[in-house]
């Protein structure tokens, strides 16, 4: 679909204004300047225009001048100034409430040891040169918050930066911390779902569209669409530029890989994921205590997206070091195979399923061809991770339906509704789509027979206040939609909105944080009322 066509549809975000700010920062000279010197390492644009599209952008370019170690660090350090007023505000969040109910003393020692082994063994080949990169980049993002944050603002040591990149890990992690001691913990992994994800082959393959949406905590709604251009060299000893050397994504203050997963890469690829409960907790035994031999999701992920060409390499250098924390289905679309009008050929689709102790990968670019699409939606596709993953038991119960792969809602509304995408906007309407009270496919075994997680944007804040098991009310929910298609790829853009749905007829109410019964909940920086529209992520460096 041209450009020009979206015009109508979506907003463009081009405009700075008063929010904007752009820098270029010189280690030599210790200066940030809006003024491009000859000796710059890293120039970074943000517009903080989070109350005005829910999302603020964040574009960050290093030297490739400089060596692959320094470019790191001042990425960091300069995405750490220009972010610094967001960083805190997303660590009080999500960092501070999970550690006021779980023993976070216990998850940082636990850290720290993992990251030593990993920074011993980041000198050997290309996997673990890119993993201190990321240490890099996290360093310095430390290190600019501290010397660039406001005075009223508390410090953030080392360790509660990587909490906070691993905030959608961290139940994960203490499952296996207490796995593997006598100690009891708190419950921690929780049986809800988390992101919708649509992959769908166009009439006469003359395109593919490509979109997700995440599903999480209203806690965790200060988002910042994140475009890095890092030229780094593949190790010590190759100076060739990495593949993925461009990514785009959705992602979070101080973050430095998205955790919702959407990515888009210069290599081609686009990816997201939706995760698989893991519902069997006696898997978390098979991620040994020997720390040294586990990388954490978002590493792997970022790795990936660095070294892969293609889809299959994409998951071969994820599975390794698999963690068992953040257990997902990854899809990995190769638009360098994708040429209009002809069949897609093998490769063009890549999925891998983790559980702890288990990663399966597969082409299923077959899939796609005969079925037109390809959706996910927090069930296994594989039979063998549905089983060791819990899935078997839990269709044993009263909500049974719904971990299955066919039979749960989201899997019947997408079979339902998939053809009804002909543009990138009715795409963006069946992603936000919600009629949960309506529609015969979202029943429950529930009083009432509905619940808001039966569509593919779920609003479980929307459930009765009395609601069990799928109809339990809770602020959680579909925050976002992220799409793409051949020619947005190209430029790494997406078509973007923030917040819950209203539904697919308008009809829910927009959600207000003044106005909500979870108004006692943190969200500090967020809008109060998140009824924003989509546009189109452009970026400007």
């Not at 975000?13 to 700010?21: D, L, P, R």
């Not at 030599?28 to 300047?33: G, Q």
Request: net charge neutral; hydrophobic share 35%.
């Amino acid at each position: 679909m041209s450009l020009n066509i979206l015009v109508p549809l979506f907003i463009f975000m081009n405009v700075c204004g008063i929010n904007c700010q752009i820098y270029y920062y010189s280690s030599k000279e210790n200066l940030f300047s809006p003024i491009l010197g000859d000796n710059w390492i890293a120039k970074g644009y943000f517009n903080d225009s989070i109350n005005r599209t829910g999302f603020g952008n964040l574009e960050i370019e290093t030297n490739a001048f400089y060596s692959a170690e320094t470019q790191a660090f001042h990425a960091g350090y300069l995405e750490g100034k220009l972010t610094r007023n967001l960083i805190y505000s997303h660590w009080f969040n999500v960092v501070g409430p999970f550690c006021k109910s779980h023993n976070c003393s216990l998850i940082k020692g636990f850290l720290r040891e993992n990251r030593l082994w990993t920074t011993w063994n980041s000198s050997r080949d290309s996997y673990w040169y890119q993993l201190k990169l990321i240490h890099f980049q996290l360093a310095g993002i430390t290190l600019a918050y501290n010397k660039k944050r406001p005075d009223h603002l508390p410090k953030l040591l080392v360790d509660d930066i990587w909490m906070m990149n691993l905030f959608y890990e961290l139940p994960d992690i203490q499952s296996i911390i207490y796995s593997n001691t006598t100690e009891t913990g708190p419950s921690t992994t929780g049986d809800s779902d988390h992101c919708s994800a649509l992959i769908k082959l166009m009439p006469g393959n003359k395109d593919v569209y490509f979109g997700q949406n995440t599903w999480i905590q209203y806690s965790a709604m200060l988002r910042i669409l994140k475009k890095y251009v890092f030229p780094y060299s593949i190790s010590k000893n190759d100076t060739t530029i990495v593949p993925g050397s461009q990514v785009s994504m959705s992602s979070y203050p101080g973050v430095v890989w998205s955790v919702d997963d959407f990515y888009l890469t210069s290599s081609g690829l686009a990816v997201t994921e939706t995760t698989n409960t893991v519902h069997n907790k006696a898997l978390f035994k098979e991620i040994t205590s020997d720390i040294g031999k586990i990388v954490w999701q978002g590493l792997r992920a970022m790795i990936a997206n660095r070294l892969a060409t293609d889809g299959e390499t994409w998951h071969e250098v994820f599975s390794r070091f698999n963690s068992g924390t953040s257990n997902n289905q990854w899809m990995v679309f190769d638009y360098n195979k994708l040429k209009p009008g002809e069949k897609l050929p093998a490769g063009a689709l890549w999925i891998s399923e983790q559980m702890p102790g288990k990663i399966v990968r597969m082409d299923v670019t077959d899939v796609l061809n005969e079925r037109g699409y390809w959706s996910s939606y927090n069930v296994p596709y594989t039979e063998e991770i549905r089983r060791i993953g819990g899935y078997n038991e839990k269709m044993l119960g009263p909500d049974g339906p719904w971990y299955s792969y066919t039979e749960t809602p989201r899997a019947k509304i997408f079979k339902r509704d998939h053809e009804t995408v002909t543009d990138m906007e009715s795409f963006m309407k069946l992603m936000r789509s919600n009629d949960f009270r309506n529609d015969s496919l979202a029943v429950c075994n529930c009083l009432p027979a509905y619940s808001g997680r039966g569509a593919i944007a779920g609003r479980e804040d929307l459930n009765p206040e009395d609601g069990v098991g799928v109809n339990k009310r809770s602020a959680h929910g579909a925050i976002d939609a992220k799409l793409t298609n051949r020619e947005l790829l190209a430029k790494l853009q997406f078509v973007a909105v923030a917040g819950p749905t209203t539904g697919t007829y308008n009809q829910l109410p927009v959600f207000r944080w003044s106005d909500s019964s979870f108004s006692h909940l943190p969200h500090m920086s967020h809008p109060d009322v998140f009824n924003f529209e989509p546009f189109l992520m452009e970026w400007s460096l």
